[in-house]
């Protein structure tokens, strides 16, 4: 079956980077690209930016351009979203999910908790 | 970039009854490429509705979601106590990937 497995809780200090992992099974990584997808506490789902494992290429949203950036490791079919300069406003559950292209399989998300 | 607006923002209903949620995009969804899902708290999303009209995989048939270009329904028939969520619209035809802010549909 389908899963999209993230890595665990992270605490981040104010200007520090995180990283995120999403790890695939149960289908061909590289057929299908994976986004990923924000929520801020009590708050809506926000779209960060897309990723496809087989060309690497990437797509991001305005709001997040030069501070996030998706990689992937086909040999672990593993997703990677770091994001970079944090702030606390950047506190929040980090999804990422399957594009068939609907968002059909999310992960289970990771919390990222920015403070001093 | 298409925005989505959702209403109404809480929608207040008893088990057994029918909900209608709304999603209105600002410019036409090509290929009705709209999805509805499920959220609660502590939880992914969920996907119910791809395609507009489309269940996925394992939803029961009280939902049901209509529409096409800029005005979509999505329609729960007779509410169980576990529908009682948050839930969003979103169109994936045209990056950004945008998501409606959400319905809440609590007990009343």
Redesign the interface.
Known sequence: QVRLVQSGAEVKRPGASVKVSCKASGYTFTNYYI?W?RQAPGQ????MG?INPSGATT?Y??KFQGRVTLTRDTSTSTVYMELSSLRSEDTAVY?C?R???????????TLVTVSS | EIVLTQSPGTLSLSPGERATLSCRASQSVRSNYLAWCQQKPGQAPRLLIYGASTRAAGIPDRFSGSGSGTDFTLTISSLEPEDFAFYYCQQYTSSPYTFGQGTKLEIK
């Open positions: 986004h997808v809506g789902l926000e779209w897309i797509d949203a305005q999804y999910a594009a068939y292209p609907h968002f059909d399989y999310w992960g289970q998300g």
